[in-house]
Nanobody, 125 residues
Framework: QVQLVVSGGGLVQAGDALRLSCAVS????????VAWFRQAPGKDREFVAAIKWRPDNSFYTDSVKGRFTISKDNAKNLVYLQMSSLTPDDSAVYFC??????????????????WGQGTQVTVSS
């Protein structure tokens, strides 16, 4: 199986930057994509970004393009979400998730069977 541990959340001010990390362990050779999702209170879980492990390819939801960057460290099995120009609308619990099936990057949460615990990101105005 695959285990994911998320770190790096916190309270920041609007315009600040924050980096989240997702450590992937276990049968890491089987996973093909890692994604970040977020969920704000009273809202559905929302896709943020995803990266394909090999070859390197990434995809973002429109609201974060140009502000967020997903990256990975293959040797350390770490996936990062670098967030900049944060706004209060970015406040949510952020999750990372892993997919073991091949194919194109998907933004559907149901396509990711492995999930880490969430980390709270709060952006004050």
């Amino acid at each position: 199986q695959v285990q994911l541990v998320v770190s790096g959340g916190g309270l920041v001010q609007a315009g600040d930057a924050l980096r989240l990390s997702c450590a992937v362990s276990g049968r890491t050779f089987v996973f093909t994509h890692v994604a970040w999702f977020r969920q704000a209170p009273g809202k559905d879980r929302e896709f943020v970004a995803a990266i394909k492990w090999r070859p390197d390819n990434s995809f973002y939801t429109d609201s974060v393009k140009g502000r967020f960057t997903i990256s990975k460290d293959n040797a350390k099995n770490l996936v990062y979400l670098q967030m900049s120009s944060l706004t209060p609308d970015d406040s949510a619990v952020y999750f990372c998730a892993a997919r073991i099936a091949g194919g194109a990057i998907t933004s559907m949460s149901r396509d990711y069977p492995y999930w880490g615990q969430g980390t709270q990101v709060t952006v004050s105005s």
